[in-house]
């Protein structure tokens, strides 16, 4: 099933912070218009990303997708063309074996950066990413594929 969900109040509280209020007024990503393409990701804490500095950012929210899909979070073109802030790897790729993985529940992060000559300055609610569901292929030959993740950002490249 394709869906997001808020992380949970546990996962909140080890990534985020302790404000319940926040927590249940975080709304999950939505587009904001009829044929946009991008779900709009807010953010959940109030930050500054001064001139040079990166940060990694929690969204508090995390993705489920059918087999064969992807989910791809990129920075919102404006950041970018505004202010010169990207995301450090440029796009996210999220597989469905990430979503409720034992690490984290499948916690959706971005590392943003800075690289513009102003403090870019974030609120509660603000936008500041979008996402997009998407399919992907593989080749005909492929040998079977064993492997399973056991954890979360980074664990494909391990040992299993």
Not at 14 to 34: C, F, Q, S
Not at 68 to 92: A, D, H, P, T
Request: hydrophobic share 30%; with cysteine; net charge negative.
């Amino acid at each position: 099933m394709r869906k997001f969900e808020k992380i949970s109040w546990e996962q909140w509280q080890k990534d985020i912070g302790n404000d319940i209020d926040v927590y249940y007024a975080h709304e999950l990503p939505r587009r904001e218009t009829k044929y946009s393409a991008g779900y709009d990701f807010r953010s959940p804490i109030d930050f500054v990303l001064h001139p040079g500095e990166d940060k990694k950012i929690p969204t508090g929210i995390k993705i489920d997708m059918n087999e064969g899909e992807m989910f791809l979070l990129v920075v919102r073109s404006s950041m970018g063309y505004k202010w010169n802030v990207r995301m450090c790897n440029q796009i996210g790729v999220f597989e469905k074996d990430y979503y409720n993985n034992k690490t984290n529940e499948g916690h959706a992060m971005l590392r943003l950066q800075n690289h513009g000559t102003e403090d870019y300055v974030v609120k509660v609610g603000d936008r500041i990413a979008q996402g997009i569901f998407t399919t992907f292929l593989t080749v005909d030959n492929e040998e079977p594929v064993k492997g399973e993740r056991t954890g979360g950002l980074g664990s494909t490249n391990k040992e299993r």
